[in-house]
């Protein structure tokens, strides 16, 4: 058996080598995989079980070509203001036949990127080359565990976990750490002029960027693991929440190993505080996922849901590792932002049983009795399938809520469904994150099931619908609002969504005022489904490190 001889995958117990760089593979693919892994694929039956699954449905095909800066065509007029790069994440499975039972959160990360320069579009996409995509390319098949095996893949997920890590302790493939055995492939951000590809179980992948003569942005996909000198010994989180003024990074995760609630503030590319500030009860099951949370002016809030997970639940009946527990009521976390390993956590219990994937703003506010509070807005879920459906028809709709925590008593005073038609994946004018604002805008997955088919403007103050913009026979993923150079109204922004059909993909650009349409920019071929998108503006563009 050959080991593997690149000095950077001699990991410690945490997986952590500081700046994790790429290098060539020494391990024998033909002795990656054996005959007990051709056993437990046969037992697992995965060709009789992705066909009947709803993954198996034509957003989820991915792409393998790899595109540079192709010139689009336009319909309409692409705003003079509009100058930029728009880079949208998600998995793209680089195999074509896969030997996982298929679901959204496998496969290697991919990004698309449509630039806007001087009133022209170009597009182009490539691989993210984290080290689980090169070893796998390497061997010319998956290597590594997935979301699937936790999510459904029972006893026999949990016998094929086991003998991947006796693989990895052989050196018959690389021994890669935890935090870095990720695609990277859930989100993608910018802080202090350099691009992270992110995945809230695993460490930022810095990419390396070039920016040509002619001011246009290409990235191949190469970059490393950060953790910032050994600094960050925890994941990072994909929906890391900025602060507006300062551009700082406050990031909360759940630890795949420990199952402790993990706080980091990032600031001035260095890790200003990082800390584990709450131990969870393991005999009702951890947290199963902490996605995102709220950033106020002087609090971060995460929530502490309904959906739990334990490793014992594989064996069991449904063979995942999550559960809705409908008796066990959502609850918000509070804690300071200058928190430390010694802060404790103010519980807020809501009225009933919930599951949140995506946050939309948060903020402090004075009562007319002097009192304190904060005001809550997110889609939550009322139930969720063990399997974990996501973006898929059998993933039940995520209605708007409201929720008022009251400082003074420790209580949650409000908790309410202000939609009851199914939203989610919310975008807002990220300048008013951590102080009150009006509206936010909201995909409509549950008039198809998969992905979104439209976008909703909702006046969160007055509690009212205001337009929606329909995506016709496209699929979208995140209408991410991008505001107007020299706007001085909220809403005076974009809408910018990358829509996804067939055979065909659009870049479509809304005025956010009035959710009409102002150009329609024409890809050079389909796109797969994604979600999560960052828009990198002219200056920021200018300051990216490369």
């Known amino acids: 058996m050959a080991a593997v001889a690149a000095s950077h995958w001699q990991k410690d117990t945490h997986g952590l080598t500081g700046n994790i760089a790429m290098t060539n593979f020494s391990f024998d693919p033909t002795a990656a995989i054996d005959t007990e892994d051709l056993a437990i694929e046969q037992a697992m039956e995965i060709d009789a079980h992705n066909e009947k699954s709803p993954y198996n449905y034509?957003?989820?095909?991915?792409?393998?070509?790899?595109?540079?800066?192709?010139?689009?065509?336009?319909?309409?007029?692409?705003?003079?203001?509009?100058?930029?790069?728009?880079?949208?994440?998600?998995?793209?499975?680089?195999?074509?036949?896969?030997?996982?039972?298929?679901?959204?959160?496998?496969?290697?990360?991919?990004?698309?990127?449509?630039?806007?320069?001087?009133?022209?579009?170009?597009?182009?996409?490539?691989?993210?080359?984290?080290?689980?995509?090169e070893a796998e390319k390497h061997a010319g098949r998956e290597l590594y565990s997935c979301f699937s095996d936790i999510a459904n893949g029972g006893k026999l997920a949990l016998k094929k976990i086991e003998h991947i890590e006796r693989k990895k302790k052989e050196g018959r493939i690389p021994n890669i750490g935890y935090l870095?055995?990720?695609?990277?492939?859930?989100?993608?951000?910018?802080?202090?002029?350099?691009?992270?590809?992110?995945?809230?179980?695993?460490?930022?992948?810095?990419?390396?960027?070039?920016?040509?003569?002619?001011?246009?942005?290409?990235?191949?996909?190469?970059?490393?693991?950060?953790?910032?000198?050994?600094?960050?010994?925890?994941?990072?989180?994909?929906?890391?929440?900025?602060d507006p003024k300062t551009g700082?990074?406050?990031?909360?995760?759940?630890d795949r190993l420990t199952g402790s609630v993990n706080l980091t503030h990032l600031s001035k590319n260095e890790i200003a505080k990082a800390a584990a500030v709450y131990r969870q009860d393991e005999s009702t099951g951890r947290m199963a996922n902490l996605h995102d949370c709220f950033l106020t002016e002087n609090y971060i809030i995460f929530a502490d849901a309904s959906l739990r997970q334990s490793r014992d639940w594989i064996a069991g009946p449904?063979?995942?590792?999550?559960?809705?527990?409908?008796?066990?009521?959502?609850?918000?976390?509070?804690?300071?932002?200058?928190?430390?390993?010694?802060?404790?956590?103010?519980?807020?219990?809501?009225?009933?049983?919930?599951?949140?994937?995506?946050?939309?703003?948060?903020?402090?506010?004075?009562?007319?009795?002097?009192?304190?509070?904060?005001?809550?807005?997110?889609?939550?879920?009322?139930?969720?399938?063990?399997?974990?459906?996501?973006?898929?028809?059998?993933?039940?709709?995520?209605?708007?809520?409201?929720?008022?925590?009251?400082?003074?008593?420790?209580?949650?005073?409000?908790?309410?469904?202000?939609?009851e038609h199914g939203y989610e994946r919310p975008s807002f004018n990220l300048d008013y994150a951590g102080r009150k604002n009006r509206y936010a805008y909201l995909l409509d997955e549950e008039k198809s099931g998969y992905m979104g088919r439209g976008v909703l403007k909702y006046d969160q103050l007055e509690e009212k619908e205001i337009a929606t913009f329909d995506y016709?026979?496209?699929?979208?993923?995140?209408?991410?609002?991008?505001?107007?150079?020299?706007?001085?109204?909220?809403?005076?922004?974009?809408?910018?969504?990358?829509?996804?059909?067939?055979?065909?993909?659009?870049?479509?650009?809304?005025?956010?005022?009035?959710?009409?349409?102002?150009?329609?920019?024409?890809?050079?071929?389909?796109?797969?489904?994604?979600?999560?998108?960052?828009?990198?503006?002219?200056?920021?563009?200018?300051?990216?490190?490369?």
């Not at 700082?248 to 759940?254: E, G, I, L, N």
């Not at 807020?348 to 807005?377: C, S």
Request: proline share 5%; with cysteine; aromatic share 12%.
């Open 180 to 242: 870095e055995t990720v695609q990277a492939s859930t989100a993608v951000q910018v802080h202090e002029g350099r691009i992270m590809a992110l995945a809230e179980v695993g460490l930022p992948f810095v990419l390396n960027a070039k920016r040509e003569d002619s001011g246009l942005l290409t990235l191949d996909g190469t970059g490393h693991f950060e953790d910032w000198g050994g600094k960050l010994k925890t994941a990072f989180s994909a929906h890391c929440r900025i």
């Open 58 to 133: 034509y957003g989820y095909e991915p792409v393998k070509d790899e595109l540079r800066h192709v010139p689009l065509s336009v319909t309409g007029m692409i705003p003079k203001d509009l100058t930029g790069v728009y880079l949208r994440n998600g998995t793209n499975t680089q195999f074509d036949k896969t030997h996982q039972y298929l679901h959204c959160f496998n496969g290697a990360g991919m990004l698309h990127q449509v630039q806007f320069l001087n009133g022209t579009a170009t597009y182009s996409n490539t691989y993210i080359r984290t080290p689980v995509y």
């Open 472 to 546: 016709g026979d496209f699929y979208g993923g995140e209408a991410l609002f991008v505001p107007r150079e020299g706007g001085t109204e909220e809403d005076d922004g974009y809408l910018l969504e990358l829509l996804m059909g067939h055979e065909t993909a659009d870049f479509v650009i809304i005025d956010a005022k009035s959710m009409t349409e102002l150009a329609r920019v024409h890809l050079p071929r389909r796109v797969p489904f994604g979600v999560h998108a960052c828009w990198i503006n002219k200056s920021r563009l200018a300051a990216l490190c490369v």
């Open 318 to 419: 449904s063979g995942s590792m999550f559960r809705f527990d409908p008796n066990r009521k959502l609850r918000f976390g509070v804690i300071p932002r200058n928190f430390g390993p010694e802060t404790e956590v103010r519980w807020f219990e809501t009225h009933r049983a919930g599951f949140v994937w995506h946050n939309i703003n948060a903020w402090e506010q004075t009562r007319a009795d002097g009192g304190r509070e904060i005001v809550l807005y997110a889609p939550m879920f009322h139930e969720y399938p063990d399997h974990m459906p996501i973006h898929t028809p059998e993933e039940p709709p995520s209605k708007l809520n409201k929720w008022v925590l009251d400082l003074e008593s420790d209580r949650c005073t409000v908790d309410k469904t202000l939609i």
């Open 248 to 254: 700082d990074f406050y990031s909360a995760t759940v």
